[in-house]
């Protein structure tokens, strides 16, 4: 199955699985014309609503990145890799949104989740 979720993260469900589908784009595990599995499917392999996977490729769908196709399913648009530059600082800017989010409904200070992210950057990538 494509998708995973975290029930201890305060990130809701859809945008875990839109962030998956992102992830999964970008390191090349899905491509251009790959179908996703249904929304039934999601839903009854997770254990969620049809709703909550229908939000996440309607926000998908709506950036460019899906494309449904009405009695075929969904697959990843041609649009769907993000190359320019744009693209990659507003993907980053999300993700540090998201974790700040979290961080702080956690009750971590700002400043805690930035001293986080410079140590396992050191750690894993030697300082790079």
Do not use: C, W
Not at 45 to 73: D, W
Request: net charge neutral.
């Amino acid at each position: 199955m494509l998708f995973h979720l975290d029930s201890a993260s305060a990130i809701p469900v859809y945008v875990q699985l839109r962030e998956q589908v992102l992830h999964a784009i970008s390191r090349g595990s899905l491509r251009i014309g790959d179908q996703l599995p249904t929304v039934r499917e999601v839903a009854v392999a997770l254990a969620i609503n049809p709703n909550t996977v229908n939000h996440a490729y309607a926000a998908l769908e709506r950036e460019g990145v899906l494309v449904s196709k009405r009695g075929r399913g969904t697959f990843i648009a041609g649009g769907g890799r993000p190359e320019d530059d744009a693209a990659r600082i507003t993907r980053l800017n999300d993700i540090a949104r998201r974790a700040l989010g979290e961080t702080r409904a956690f009750g971590f200070a700002p400043k805690e989740l930035i001293d986080a992210v410079a140590r396992i950057a050191r750690e894993d990538h030697g300082g790079e």
